[in-house]
T-cell receptor, first 114, second 109 residues
């Protein structure tokens, strides 16, 4: 299993550009989520999905779109990048199957918006 | 407004010490509290707590939830330098998550 993969690892954008951060998991987890992490602020949930075709907003959804057409993939789209979106982005997947709870994070994408 | 507060913000101990990290939460429709360890890269999931008073344990780490006090603690016994990390807790209102800012633990040899 590859676990949770994210691409790219690093990205520099200019203000106003759009881009998609890719996230994929091969564990058949139903729940996937995107977070951003800024210094001194912990992690903040952007969007999440409880299954294919179902998405919902987290704490800081503005400026981001998501879709979940398959169980495996959960891309995050920045519509018009702003310097305030400079951050480290983590994708995660989790499952409660088997009576327990497991969650895995991807390695992260460091995004800089100039 | 949902809020999760961790204390202390940072802590320096020596190998072999026992530490207790605190997490308090004010989360509507609370479902669970989660603990994570973050070293230089992505967070690693440690525990999920849903029931008050039931300790979860993994090696030298243990955690317990107190729903009456809206809090949780993470204990690490016989600390090692490899325990140096940021420890995050998060409360889950429904499927959403609210994280605390984390406790930075440094374990000196």
């Amino acid at each position: 299993n590859a676990g949770v993969t994210q691409t790219p690892k690093f990205q520099v954008l200019k203000t106003g550009q759009s881009m998609t951060l890719q996230c994929a998991q091969d564990m058949n987890h139903e729940y996937m989520s995107w977070y951003r992490q800024d210094p001194g602020m912990g992690l903040r949930l952007i969007h999440y999905s409880v299954g294919a075709g179902i998405t919902d907003q987290g704490e800081v959804p503005n400026g981001y779109n998501v879709s979940r057409s398959t169980t495996e993939d959960f891309p995050l789209r920045l519509l018009s990048a702003a310097p305030s979106q400079t951050s480290v982005y983590f994708c995660a997947s989790s499952s409660t199957s088997g009576g327990g709870y497991t969650q895995y994070f991807g390695p992260g994408t460091r995004l800089t918006v100039l | 407004e949902d809020k999760v507060v961790q204390s202390p913000l940072s802590l320096v101990v020596h190998e072999g010490d026992t530490v207790t990290l605190n997490c308090s939460y004010e989360v509507t429709n609370f479902r669970s509290l989660l603990w994570y360890k973050q070293e230089k890269k992505a967070p690693t999931f440690l525990f999920m707590l849903t029931s008050s008073g039931i300790e979860k344990k993994s090696g030298r780490l243990s955690s317990i939830l107190d729903k009456k006090e809206l809090s949780s603690i993470l204990n690490i016994t016989a600390t090692q330098t490899g325990d140096s990390a940021i420890y995050l807790c998060a409360g889950t209102p429904n499927n959403d998550m609210r994280f605390g800012a984390g406790t930075r633990l440094t374990v000196k040899p």
